[in-house]
T-cell receptor, first 112, second 113 residues
């Protein structure tokens, strides 16, 4: 069984640019989560999809962040425009309706 | 909001020694996950504890959940280099099944050969 995959593994962009992160959950997992860890801080919840619907986006820091999950399969997280404080590791995780989280390897975002 | 404090923040242990990592919650725990992370990799699931007093083991790692103390501990017996990494505890909200986890800051474990 393939695990959760994320692309790219590392992205370096300049302040003001746009970056799109992609997550492919485990096939059949309806739940998809985005988390992020900024330097020196704990991993924080960003948002939760159930299929294609946003169940909870209370952790999204501001309106520069836009997440989508078209067709209830893969998800994208767009940051536009990126700021220095957006640097960190962005994790995607998926789970079946009742079950534990399976995390992807993360995307390391560096904004310069 | 719930906060999870892990102790110690960093741990250096000689190979073969035992060690314990603690995770203390500011609020009642309705369950607890333990994950391990290595650089460049995602979070590797270790164990999930759901009931007060529950204890689970996998290979040389044992975790306990003490709801009365709002605490969980992770114990590694006869540590090996493969145990090195960052250990993270994560707590779900009430109504287990919603994996909007609150994470601790992590414990960085280094094993000296």
């Amino acid at each position: 069984e393939a695990g959760v995959t994320q692309f790219p593994s590392h992205s370096v962009i300049e302040k003001g640019q746009t970056v799109t992160l992609r997550c492919d959950p485990i096939s059949g997992h309806d739940n998809l989560y985005w988390y992020r860890r900024v330097m020196g801080k704990e991993i924080k919840f960003l948002l939760h999809f159930v299929k294609e619907s946003k169940q909870d986006e209370s952790g999204m820091p501001n309106n520069r962040f836009l997440a989508e999950r078209t067709g209830g399969t893969y998800s994208t997280l767009k940051v536009q425009p990126a700021e220095l404080e957006d640097s960190g590791v962005y994790f995607c995780a998926s789970s079946p309706l009742k079950g534990r989280l399976y995390f992807g390897p993360g995307t390391r975002l560096t904004v310069t | 909001s719930q906060e999870l404090e892990q102790s110690p923040q960093s741990l250096i242990v000689q190979e073969g020694k035992n060690l314990t990592i603690n995770c203390t919650s500011s609020k009642t725990l309705y369950g607890l996950y333990w994950y391990k992370q290595k650089y460049g990799e995602g979070l590797i699931f270790l164990m999930m504890l759901q009931k007060g007093g529950e204890e689970k083991s996998h290979e040389k790692i044992t975790a306990k959940l003490d709801e009365k103390k709002q605490q969980s501990s992770l114990h590694i017996t006869a540590s090996q280099p493969s145990h090195a990494g960052i250990y993270l505890c994560g707590a779900p909200p009430p109504g287990f099944g919603n994996e909007k986890l609150t994470f601790g800051t992590g414990t960085r474990l280094t094993i000296i050969p």
